[in-house]
């Protein structure tokens, strides 16, 4: 069975940092980019980061841009995302997705149940 | 940045056709992604690459997209259909991926 399993979310200080895990299982990691969703509470999806397959190209949003850090171990199937400088609009649940394809422009074909963040003092 | 629009509600009768617009310049060039979420739930893909369905997403759930606007459709429409649709595409331009803000569809 296909699955991705989020890890990492939790309470945090402004300023402060954290780093998201998603564990995938059930298809070849490696083949396919993977990418980081977030939804603040009450709101719509807002596309936060993608990784290419073999982890060489990374891509952001202008919202998390020189905060946040993509990456992902495809020995270990683990997509991470890496937030500094947290601030409160970084709150919201952080889906992880897989895109159907080696590359970000596909769709996003199986999602985690996501993990929340909540920045905080 | 590329921006999506979408109709913040939609409402339906059960067995009627919903129709559920996603506006962006020159849309039509690009390819467009919709993804349901039920509340409380991860968002789900039901139609990709403008008018194609992942395997397990009934016929009832069409896509166009031509010009300034794409389209999905949801034909005979049920209560269990009721939830938030959302557009998605890659803008190339700038490298970034782009969600509409989402359409609450109501079934009456």
């Known amino acids: 069975e296909v699955q991705l399993l989020e890890f990492g979310g939790g309470l945090v200080q402004p300023g402060g940092s954290l780093r998201l895990s998603c564990a995938a299982s059930?298809?070849?990691?490696?083949?396919?980019?993977m990418s980081w969703v977030r939804q603040a509470p009450g709101k719509g999806l807002e596309w936060v980061s993608a990784?290419?397959?073999?982890?060489?190209?990374?891509y952001y949003a202008d919202s998390v841009k020189g905060r946040f850090t993509i990456s992902r171990d495809n020995s270990k199937n683990t997509l991470y995302l890496q937030m500094h400088s947290l601030r409160a609009e970084d709150t919201a649940i952080y889906y992880c997705?897989?895109?159907?394809?080696?590359?970000?422009?596909?769709?996003?074909?199986?999602w985690g149940q996501g993990t929340m963040v909540t920045v905080s003092s | 940045s590329y921006v999506l629009t979408q109709p913040p509600s939609v409402s339906v009768a059960p067995g009627k056709t919903a129709r559920i617009t996603c506006g962006g310049n020159n849309i039509g060039s690009k390819s467009v992604h919709w993804y349901q979420q039920r509340p409380s739930q991860a968002p789900v893909l039901v139609i990709y690459y403008d008018n194609d369905r992942p395997s397990g997403i009934p016929e009832r759930f069409s896509g166009s997209s031509s010009g300034n606007t794409a389209t999905l459709t949801i034909s005979r429409v049920e209560a269990g259909d009721e939830a938030d649709y959302y557009c998605?595409?890659?803008?190339?331009?700038?490298?970034?991926?782009?969600f509409g803000g989402g359409t609450k569809l109501t079934v009456l």
């Open positions: 990784i290419i397959g073999g982890g060489g190209s990374t």
């Open positions: 059930g298809f070849s990691f490696n083949s396919f980019a």
């Open positions: 998605q595409v890659w803008d190339s331009s700038s490298d970034q991926g782009v």
């Open positions: 997705g897989k895109d159907s394809g080696s590359f970000p422009y596909d769709a996003f074909d199986i």
